[in-house]
């Protein structure tokens, strides 16, 4: 059993920052990747940046240059720290954590969500 626990989100201006922390607990499997993905209302979830226990990084084309995602394999603890934000970047952000053998993200661990919204 694995849980995550999800904190960060919030309310924030365009071209303000947010950071966002992810806690893992449980049955870890040592070689992993944690991530953040995100799902607006009537748009498919998609990928935000994952991270492995390695250190290989993932990034959607559309946060590039503003987010960075690192890890703390000690405290099994993923962050997303998010600068320049913009009204596009409103979701439900979840944290996601799969062992290196499950390939599809939906068939690994989830958090709960927390809402990121960037508005005036």
């Known amino acids: 059993q694995v849980q995550l626990v999800e904190s960060g989100g919030g309310l924030v201006q365009p071209g303000g920052s947010l950071r966002l922390s992810c806690a893992a607990s449980g049955n870890i499997f040592r070689l992993n990747s944690m991530g953040w993905y995100r799902q607006v209302t009537g748009k498919q979830r998609e990928l935000v940046a994952d991270?492995?226990?390695?250190?290989?990084?993932n990034y959607a084309d559309s946060v590039k240059g503003r987010f960075t995602i690192s890890r703390d394999n000690a405290k099994n603890e993923v962050y997303l720290q998010m600068n320049s934000l913009k009204p596009e970047d409103t979701a439900v952000y979840h944290c996601?954590?799969?062992?290196?053998?499950?390939?599809?993200?939906?068939?690994?661990?989830w958090g709960q969500g927390i809402q990121v919204t960037v508005s005036s």
């Open positions: 991270i492995t226990s390695s250190g290989s990084v």
């Open positions: 996601n954590l799969r062992p290196v053998f499950v390939k599809a993200p939906v068939s690994g661990y």
